[in-house]
């Protein structure tokens, strides 16, 4: 997938495309349907397809401390929006430029002249630009004069709700592994690189490989049981700890993965932490015995838990 970062990195080459805009955070199923559709127009067309997003998410920009828990960091979102086939991936910065610019400009400047788009591809009562003037009747009313067709995608749905990145949250927030799977099309992850930590889970009997989130807010916390990816390992069993420790007075939110039967030393490695299921809240205990015993009980836990589910379910 061809990564272009920012307004002033778009050359005469980039143009003519089909174009589909969002947040694309957690790239769920109803993101899937859009990615489908605009590589489907995209070979009608015989131009590459390409999605625009921003980073930050402009919730993110406006209200920081209150901004949504983020479903998927930049990596995570680049390689899910390359594995469900976008070809090009426009990244906007999201900054007070970008907060300025209304929805005539951003379809002059990006869509025509920038991206000489031919198609649009819109999903469902989607607003862009300064104060949600960007609408689909003004790309339908603007693209009749700057050369390109506008197409609304219709929501896609699961039990009756509109799939969306706030479903896929509240489903995580309650610790509803199941719901958020059928809503992703796949298991929540979330994934980064090992890092230094105190060790104490190794003083304990329980080395943990430690990744920071690099995200705001975490969409889920507690204690689960979990597969993991990368440095060589296909689907190997964990717990994990999502939290910020409260027994040994953590302040930082950390994925801390118990690695089941496992010791080889995992530091700079890029792991992907894969949700199974949940099975408890972090909880402060009254002394570190009381931890490690409650640690036991969800070792053995995750081990059942796992052992049931199939790695390969859908």
Known sequence: MQFIRGLHNLRPRH???????????????GHQEILRLLATRAREHGVPGAVISFEPLPREYFDPEHAPARLTRFRERFEALERYGAERFVCLRFNRETRDMDGPRFIDEVLARGLGAKHVLIGHDFHFGRDRSGTIDLLRTMGAKAGFTVEEIRPVTDHGERISSTLVRAALASGDLDRARALLGRPYSMSGRVTHGDKLGRKLGFPTANVLPKRLHVPLTGVFAVRVQGAGLIDHPAVVNVGSRPVVGGNQTLIEAHLLDFSRDLYGSLLQVDFIARLRAEEWFPSLDA????????????????TAASPHAP
């Open 15 to 29: 143009r003519g495309c089909v174009v589909t805009i969002g947040n694309f955070d957690g790239v769920h199923r």
């Open 291 to 306: 931890l490690v015993e409650q640690m036991r009980l969800d070792e053995q836990q995750a081990r059942e838990v796992l």
